[in-house]
């Protein structure tokens, strides 16, 4: 990627990456380089990338002693590393506590308890309509409880929330 860079008469006018290297494309970028991931396009374009902004800063409040859910649309086999079950947990951990809770959703299972839960981490919900996934968001917003997704909260984690929402100024 540095080479691809530098061979570029031009610097990019917008980068997409995967939201997990985050960190090491940005080390790579000129601040004036737009950057954003696929997984906020996603947000912004099936959800409502307010909401999901709204829900990652919510991670700033997490204690210990909270409870989020982990929810996604699609019933895949989990792959050790994976993103939603096992990363994002652990970087949440290391930042609030490991006394932090986190269960589990997949597929249309969606649990009428979320009032008991601090935050909802969702997927992009590639597997989803936009109606099936705004219908969360909106039982979320009825309960009060914080939404986002993988990417937005990763941007959150990693400081760089605003610099990878920039590119979308609404």
Same mark, same amino acid.
């Given at each position: 990627?540095?080479?691809? #860079?530098?061979?570029?008469?031009? %610097? ?36 409502? &990338? ?7 800063? +919510? ?13 996604? +649309?699609?019933?895949?086999? %989990? #792959? ?18 490991? /006394? &932090? ?38 039982? +979320? ?13 990763? +941007?959150?984690?990693? /400081? ?11």
């Amino acid at each position: 990627f540095p080479r691809l #860079l530098d061979s570029l008469k031009d %610097p990019p006018g917008l980068v997409i990456t995967d939201s997990q290297v985050f960190p090491q494309v940005n080390g790579l970028l000129s601040q004036e380089v737009p950057l954003t991931s696929f997984s906020i396009v996603m947000a912004r374009n099936k959800g409502d &990338l307010a909401t999901f902004v709204r829900g990652a800063r +919510a991670i700033r409040g997490l204690k210990e002693s909270d409870r989020i859910l982990v929810a996604e +649309a699609c019933t895949h086999a %989990p #792959l050790e590393e994976d993103i939603g079950r096992e990363k994002i947990p652990k970087w949440l951990r290391q930042r609030v506590g490991e /006394g &932090l809770t986190v269960d589990i959703s997949a597929g249309l299972d969606f649990p009428e308890n979320i009032g008991e839960y601090s935050l909802i981490l969702h997927c992009g919900g590639c597997m989803f309509t936009r109606k099936q996934l705004m219908s969360r968001l909106i039982m +979320a917003d009825a309960e009060n409880v914080p939404i986002t997704n993988y990417g937005v909260a990763i +941007a959150e984690i990693n /400081g760089m929330l605003e610099r990878v929402i920039s590119v979308f100024p609404e």
